[in-house]
């Protein structure tokens, strides 16, 4: 009874887990409290109904030490065991609303990514087929269907964390075939891709954003131009995209412009520290972006 009856003060009073400093000596004296409260109660309870040995000429005193001695130990014991269950489902529960949030916070940075992403590669896809109206309506009308590729490849990966990286890499194949128009014979595109590598997932638009980096900080900065190479390959149990391009590392694409910030952020929302991403000066013409993806992670 008494258990029960600090069951409910314990609730009206909103004492369960977590417990700061001064509820917790609140909780302990209300436990105190009951515990002298039963005994005394049970002591004068016994003593008015005879429940005793007529042999033993107990006092009151006696009788409430006996039952303090006796009774405590249950309620105090009751009151950890209660205690306990609700810091185990306490924890749990945050356990789960932690989870709950991190995914939330994870799906609203890539819908952010990603709506950054798209905008700043139509615009520059858009101004290689604008040169082109005038001077080669034809192949302005081609260039204008891989648009529309690549437009249709990049709302679907919208609903996506991964994409297969034969469908990235067709994706940038329309879109250097659209740089190409800008540059010509100023732009040369080299591929060396792993056949095994075709249906591993990678991050959606993820290559695209570096190479169209590799295309604004590096080609169109070189009078002559100069190269784009790709290369795709598996390595134990990591899947490795290298960009290469000729040109020089800046302020702007030394990792705080938003290309390679979007590819730092989403590589560490989708795997951890379990993926590497890298942008240096490999000579003095040619800038390499190497990205390393484990393949147990998706």
């Known amino acids: 009874m008494f258990t029960h009856v600090l069951r409910i003060i314990i609730k009206e009073n909103k004492l369960v887990p977590p417990l700061s400093q001064n509820k917790f000596f609140t909780v302990f004296l209300i ?56 810091y185990i489902v306490s924890d749990r529960k945050r356990t789960i609303d932690n989870i709950r949030l991190e995914s939330l916070v994870k799906e609203l940075e890539l819908k952010t990514i990603k ?83 075709l249906d591993i997932h990678v991050p959606p638009m993820m290559l695209q954003t570096l190479v169209e980096n590799a295309i604004k900080h590096g080609i169109s900065k070189i009078k002559n131009g100069g190269f784009i190479k790709i290369f795709a390959t598996l390595k134990e149990t990591n899947f ?34 379990n993926a590497n991403f890298e942008l240096k000066q490999l000579n003095d013409t040619t800038v390499q972006a190497k990205i390393i993806i484990p393949l147990n992670n998706k």
């Open 31 to 86: 436990v105190l409290l009951t515990c002298v409260s039963c005994s005394l109660l049970s002591s004068y309870v016994i003593q008015w109904l005879g429940l005793y040995d007529p042999a033993y000429k107990g006092t009151i005193s006696q009788r409430f030490l006996l039952s303090l001695i006796s009774d405590a130990p249950i309620i105090i014991l009751w009151a950890c065991i209660y205690y306990i269950w609700h």
């Open 115 to 197: 709506s950054h992403i798209n905008p700043h590669f139509i615009f520059n896809a858009l101004n290689s087929i604008r040169a082109l109206v005038d001077e080669d309506p034809k192949r302005a009308r081609t260039a204008i269907t891989e648009l529309s590729n690549i437009l249709r490849s990049s709302m679907q990966a919208e609903k996506l964390e991964t994409v297969p990286f034969e469908r990235e890499l067709n994706i940038v194949k329309d879109y250097l075939a659209l740089e190409y128009i800008r540059f010509e014979d100023r732009l040369n595109v080299e591929y060396t891709i792993d056949e095994e590598t």
């Open 240 to 273: 490795e995209l290298i960009i290469e391009n000729t040109g020089q590392l800046s302020s702007n694409t030394n990792g705080d412009g938003f290309g390679i910030a979007s590819t730092h952020n989403r590589l560490n929302i989708l795997y951890g520290n």
